[in-house]
């Protein structure tokens, strides 16, 4: 599992799984909705003070900290209303040793270019 960590292929592993999902238009619109409520909800409890911030030592901007909040939720991606498909026809799977096997190659073939750069 070190070699895994070491070339970062959890994340490789991760793109690729995005990439399978299927979007759904009208359930991405759904959600967007549901998030905006949500967001909009949560900065007018922010600012009328029902939640809790811990400012007990000095006076917290309450409007720029729900306007820091929204900021870093529109930021952050939402997959809700993405699906994946019902078959794996199109996706490359692998088995864990396949995977080690990928990764050993990898790192000879680091291994080979570098000793040709250095000559």
């Given at each position: 599992?070190?070699?895994?960590?070491?070339l970062?292929?959890?994340?490789?592993?991760?793109?690729?799984?995005?990439?399978?999902l299927?979007a759904?238009?009208s359930?991405?619109?759904?959600?967007?909705?549901?998030?905006?409520?949500?967001?909009?909800?949560?900065?007018?409890?922010?600012?009328?003070?029902r939640?809790?911030?811990?400012?007990?030592?000095?006076?917290?901007d309450r409007?720029?900290?729900?306007e820091?909040?929204r900021?870093?939720?529109?930021?952050?991606e939402?997959?809700?209303?993405?699906?994946m498909?019902p078959?794996l026809?199109?996706?490359?799977?692998?088995?864990?040793?396949?995977?080690?096997?990928l990764i050993?190659?990898?790192?000879?073939?680091?291994?080979?270019?570098d000793?040709?750069?250095?000559?």
């Amino acid at each position: 599992m070190a070699k895994l960590n070491q070339l970062h292929v959890a994340v490789v592993l991760k793109v690729k799984q995005l990439q399978n999902l299927m979007a759904d238009g009208s359930a991405i619109t759904k959600w967007f909705k549901v998030r905006q409520d949500q967001l909009m909800e949560r900065e007018r409890d922010i600012i009328e003070g029902r939640v809790d911030l811990g400012d007990a030592e000095g006076e917290i901007d309450r409007q720029q900290l729900a306007e820091d909040e929204r900021r870093e939720a529109l930021a952050s991606e939402d997959w809700r209303g993405h699906y994946m498909p019902p078959t794996l026809n199109h996706s490359v799977l692998f088995t864990r040793t396949q995977l080690l096997k990928l990764i050993h190659r990898k790192l000879e073939l680091d291994e080979e270019i570098d000793t040709y750069k250095k000559e």
